[in-house]
């Protein structure tokens, strides 16, 4: 089992930045792969990073691309979401998760086998 806490949310104006911490217990973070969902009132839960277990890989959605960074610190046992640029439409519950699978380039949520309870990210304009 893997223990999963966000923190980092808030209230931010446009065009600024925040960075998320997802600390894992239970087990090491490296083994799995590690995501960052976001889900917006109304809508559903979407993929914005991940970073694979086994090489460290980093995957992208294409409206955080250049914008968003993820990072794993294994001594913390802790990723990392930096998000700078920061713009209303980011405005959600992100969620990090963590998959026993290798999923490559696409991540969905069905995929994730543990996840946190969420951090919401205000964004104003």
């Known amino acids: 089992q893997v223990q999963l806490v966000e923190s980092g949310g808030g209230l931010v104006e446009a065009g600024g930045s925040l960075r998320l911490s997802c600390a894992a217990s239970?087990?090491?973070?490296?083994?799995?792969?590690t995501g960052w969902f976001r889900q917006a009132p109304g809508k559903e839960r979407d993929f914005v990073v991940g970073?694979?277990?086994?090489?460290?890989?980093?995957y992208y959605a294409d409206s955080v691309k250049g914008r968003f960074t993820i990072s794993r610190d294994n001594a913390k046992n802790t990723v990392y979401l930096q998000m700078n640029s920061l713009k209303p439409e980011d405005t959600a519950v992100y969620y990090c998760?963590?998959?026993?699978?290798?999923?490559?380039?696409?991540?969905?949520?069905?995929?994730?086998?543990?996840w946190g309870k969420g951090t919401l990210v205000t964004v104003s304009s």
């Open positions: 239970g087990r090491t973070l490296s083994m799995y792969g």
């Open positions: 970073i694979s277990g086994s090489d460290g890989s980093t």
């Open positions: 998760a963590a998959t026993r699978s290798s999923l490559g380039s696409m991540w969905y949520s069905r995929d994730m086998h543990y």
